[in-house]
Nanobody, 116 residues
């Protein structure tokens, strides 16, 4: 059974940091490109960061460049998103996604709220 479990969200003050995790099971994690996406009410889900299966290629949305870092540990089947210098506009539900040529899977999401 395929599972992606997102965790690590919470309430943080502006300028603070959070580290999100996405733990995978039920498929060959090391064969999949992984990404983080986020969504706020009334808006489409947007891509935040993406990492290839070997971490050779990484890309970020312009809005998070220099503040967020995506990484993965294939031995632990886990994807991470280190978020620093958080802003109120980063408030959203964050989802991880796994992609191969044939299939995609989504995590259940974790809420991040940036507020004083």
């Amino acid at each position: 059974q395929v599972q992606l479990v997102d965790s690590g969200g919470g309430l943080v003050q502006p300028g603070g940091s959070l580290r999100l995790s996405c733990t995978a099971s039920g498929f060959t994690f090391s064969s999949y490109a992984m990404s983080w996406h986020r969504q706020t009410p009334g808006k489409e889900r947007e891509l935040v960061a993406r990492i290839t299966n070997t971490a050779y290629y990484i890309s970020y949305a312009d809005s998070v460049k220099g503040r967020f870092t995506i990484s993965r540990d294939n031995a632990k089947n886990t994807l991470y998103l280190q978020m620093n210098s958080l802003k109120p506009e980063d408030t959203a539900v964050y989802y991880c996604r796994a992609d191969s040529f044939f299939q995609s899977y989504w995590g259940q999401g974790t809420q991040v709220t940036v507020s004083s």
